[in-house]
């Protein structure tokens, strides 16, 4: 029982890890990813109160704070009433520009719907560029459409690099960046190569070595036919309990 929960928590584990890898940070030519850092409290993360209610987000990977506090994954939460709630989950981010600034705006979708107007809680996070400034937090509250909250940042990271004397902050298209590849992908490039590997290796020493035939020559067959498949699947409900809030009992998996 032990072994199964040590492997349900590191595919979890590895599932936040793509996670907060996956989100390309570049836009228009600008990598915001300068927003990540909070300068000011050298956390991962931003905060700002709005009468009674605490808002919490980071920009291009979760926050610490949503993850403890609300659900796994989250990169914007609030704490209202005494209670913590998922505003925008990671993976869900697209970006899109801003009308009449320099700058972007990241939407994070994916929270609990809302009894009132049945809208899933979403958090737009505006960054504008304040050329040569450090990041600064603009203000932060729900929108007028309930259940929607808007969150604005400003600072040089907006701005992007190169010289933006007279472009309002663009980049010139000499000074444009190459694509490059992302960090999720780095991750899956590893993940695919180390799997061909271990196959690979582990056929060709059951074979040669151990004199295997059949479906023996796969590298450690009985484990991946008989026991992986309900690893697997104690690693399934034990994520979805924590992303649906539920006990693991409820969901299937057994507490120890």
């Not at 199964?4 to 996956?22: D, N």
């Not at 009308?99 to 049945?118: D, F, L, R, S």
């Not at 020559?217 to 008989?226: E, G, K, L």
Request: hydrophobic residues 35%; positive net charge; aromatic residues 8%.
């Amino acid at each position: 029982m032990y072994k199964q929960k040590y492997i349900s928590l590191l595919f979890l584990t590895i599932a936040l890890i793509g996670t907060s890898l996956a989100q390309d940070c570049t836009f228009g030519g600008v990598n915001y990813s300068g927003f990540t850092l909070n300068a000011t409290t050298n956390l991962q993360e931003y905060s700002s109160t709005q009468g009674q209610t605490q808002y919490v987000w980071n920009v291009c990977a979760t926050s610490p704070t949503c993850v403890a506090k609300a659900i796994a994954g989250s990169a914007s939460c609030q704490l209202s009433s005494g209670q913590w709630r998922n505003t925008g989950l990671l993976n869900t981010g697209v970006f899109s520009a801003l009308e009449g600034v320099v700058g972007a705006q990241i939407t994070y979708g994916g929270g609990p719907i809302c009894n009132g107007n049945k809208q899933a809680r979403t958090t737009k996070v505006e960054m504008t560029c304040a050329e040569g400034q450090p990041t600064k937090i603009v203000g932060a509250d729900e929108s007028s459409t309930a259940c929607i909250y808007e969150v604005k940042l400003s600072g040089n990271a907006a701005c992007g690099g190169g010289d933006n004397s007279g472009s309002g902050g663009k980049n010139s298209s000499s000074d444009k960046k190459k694509p490059s590849i992302g960090g999720g992908w780095v991750f899956i490039i590893i993940l695919v190569c180390g799997s061909v590997l271990y196959v690979a290796a582990g056929s060709i020493v059951n074979a040669k070595v151990r004199h295997l035939h059949g479906k023996e020559i796969f590298p450690n067959y009985h484990f991946w036919a008989d026991t992986f498949p309900g690893l697997l699947k104690d690693g399934v409900l034990f994520i979805k309990s924590k992303v649906t809030g539920t006990s693991a009992s409820s969901a299937g998996y057994q507490q120890v």
